[in-house]
């Protein structure tokens, strides 16, 4: 599964937009993004996955550029609830990847008041 | 429907035990895999079961076993416990072929504390 790198820590104010970058620059062509986060001492929690187009769900959006070589996660309206470590993975799809994921450092987002 | 269970929540063992930790998988996934997460560390993969075989491992030693029931369920072994086991010990369900990409679900995980 292709590297993926991301800030250490970010900080977002309540109600502002939350953009989290990650590089992906080896991705190869079968591999998708996906984004989970970890809210302290909980375990992970799916957010988003996408392959190549931009993606929307009721958590979160994904932008993926076109040479797929990086992606942003996109909290449209961040609240103190989404204070998490947020991991960008890529992995190949379908069969046994589906469990088996690979965990950078993450980001640490910290939102405030 | 139930998400993934764990169990237990906390667990206290002394160096040199034996430790079982527990996983009931969501409703309608098939293959559970098992990480373990020190604290302020990512979670690493240990290894992943389906039919009741463990399909891929991480770099763990053999101290580290499991088990797959066939109901889906699944068990986590670690034998003569070393103060470096002290973990988040985290469960994760999917399914092993699908139509598109899913995702896995995650427990809340078991904090293991080894003394």
């Known amino acids: 599964d292709a590297k993926t790198t991301q800030p250490t820590s970010m900080d977002c104010a309540e109600g502002r937009a939350a953009n989290l970058p990650c590089n992906h620059s080896?991705?190869?062509?079968?591999?998708?993004v996906y984004w989970y986060r970890q809210i302290h001492s909980q375990g992970p929690q799916y957010i988003i996955h996408?392959?190549?187009n931009n993606e929307t769900n009721e958590m979160a959006s994904l932008i993926i550029t076109e040479d797929r070589k990086s992606s942003t996660l996109i909290l449209p309206h961040a609240t103190l609830r989404d204070t998490a470590v947020y991991y960008c993975i890529v992995r190949v799809g379908g069969g046994t990847s589906y469990g088996k994921l690979t965990f950078g450092q993450g980001t640490i987002l910290t939102v405030h008041p | 429907d139930a998400g993934v269970t764990q169990s237990p929540t906390h667990l206290i063992k002394t160096r040199g035990q034996q430790v079982t930790l527990r996983c009931s998988p969501k409703?309608?996934?098939?293959?559970v895999s098992w990480y373990q997460q020190a604290l302020g560390q990512e979670p690493q993969f240990i290894f992943q079961?389906?039919?009741?075989?463990e399909r891929q491992r991480g770099n763990f030693p053999d101290r580290f076993s499991g088990h797959q029931f066939p109901n889906y369920s699944s068990e986590l072994n670690v034998n003569a416990l070393l103060l470096g086991d002290s973990a988040l010990y985290l469960c994760?369900?999917?399914?092993?072929w699908g139509s598109g990409n899913t995702e896995a679900f995650f427990g809340q995980g078991t904090r293991l504390t080894v003394v």
């Open positions: 079961y389906y039919e009741e075989e």
């Open positions: 409703s309608g996934h098939d293959t």
């Open positions: 996408g392959l190549k």
């Open positions: 994760a369900s999917s399914v092993q």
């Open positions: 080896t991705i190869s062509g079968n591999e998708y």
